[in-house]
């Protein structure tokens, strides 16, 4: 077989664009692991991407199996800049949450938590806070008529709310109020925004729910383009106000 030998032009030509390929090529290290800890959960709402519900044919991750990934991944990053968060379902339901967040902390990875509320007491907060809590974020829905609807829960309202307070007294903690927009809350989100702001909330994010697990299944949790639209306006209006 006959082998072409490369003149020095193309030689430069083809070492010039090797050399503009690798610039244009961008690592991305890992900054954040999110872990599923259960798919059980204390509520059973519409929205859930995982079908999760309170008793679930799939077993809870033993949190050694997770301490072994962590451990892997201190092999190759440095934990200190890789955030945990743990969530599920809801992570509180798991009987050994606290063991869980002590052996995320103990490895030197900072956390942090996504829960409904319903679990979190005053007491579990601190407990968690001991193991490291670095940060949390709640779910609260829209008003509770809205929230109720999307939760199907009657306490689910007053415990998210509940669980607000607590991280708006707390002073120490990073927290945010997450807000998933659909059909039913997205006329009340100027009236749910006023509500977070007396309430002292200042981070609140909004999402809209990907059609997947229970959430493919009711078209009132998709908003149409035109809403889509009007709450990347309502996003816009609120930042410039800035009051949250």
């Known amino acids: 077989m006959k082998v072409e030998k490369l003149g020095l032009r193309r030689k430069v030509a083809l070492e010039a664009a090797r050399l503009l390929n690798k610039s244009l090529k961008q690592e991305h290290p890992l900054r954040q692991v999110f872990w599923e800890s259960t798919v059980r959960c204390n509520i059973h709402c519409r929205h859930c991407g995982s079908d999760c519900r309170q008793s679930a044919t799939t077993p809870d991750m033993p949190r050694e199996d997770f301490f072994r990934v962590l451990d892997n991944i201190a092999t190759k990053r440095d934990p200190r800049e890789v955030f945990v968060i743990l969530g599920g379902g809801e992570p509180l339901v798991r009987e050994d ?3 869980c967040a002590q052996g ?4 030197d990875f900072p956390w942090g938590m996504v829960t409904n509320g319903l679990y979190l007491t005053p007491e579990m907060l601190q407990k968690l806070k001991d193991a490291g809590l670095c940060s949390m ?9 809205q929230h109720t609807w999307l939760r199907r829960n ?5 415990m998210a709310s509940q669980a607000i ?13 997450l807000t998933c927009v659909h059909q039913h809350n997205y006329d009340t989100l100027p009236e749910l925004r006023d509500f977070l702001i007396s309430k002292g909330v200042k981070d609140w994010r ?3 729910i990907f059609p997947v697990g229970r959430g493919a299944q009711d078209k009132d949790l998709q908003l149409s383009g035109e809403q889509l639209k009007g709450l990347l306006d309502f996003i816009r209006e609120t930042r410039k106000e800035g009051r949250i």
Not at 154 to 158: G, K, S, T, V, Y
Not at 165 to 177: E, I, K, N, P
Request: aromatic fraction near 6%; hydrophobic fraction near 45%.
């Open 165 to 177: 307070d607590m991280l708006v007294a707390d002073r120490t903690l990073v927290y945010d109020v």
């Open 154 to 158: 009657p306490d689910c309202f007053r």
């Open 97 to 99: 949450v606290v063991e």
């Open 137 to 145: 974020t709640i779910s609260l829905d829209g008003l509770e008529e």
């Open 104 to 107: 995320i902390a103990t490895r």
């Open 206 to 208: 909004l999402a809209t």
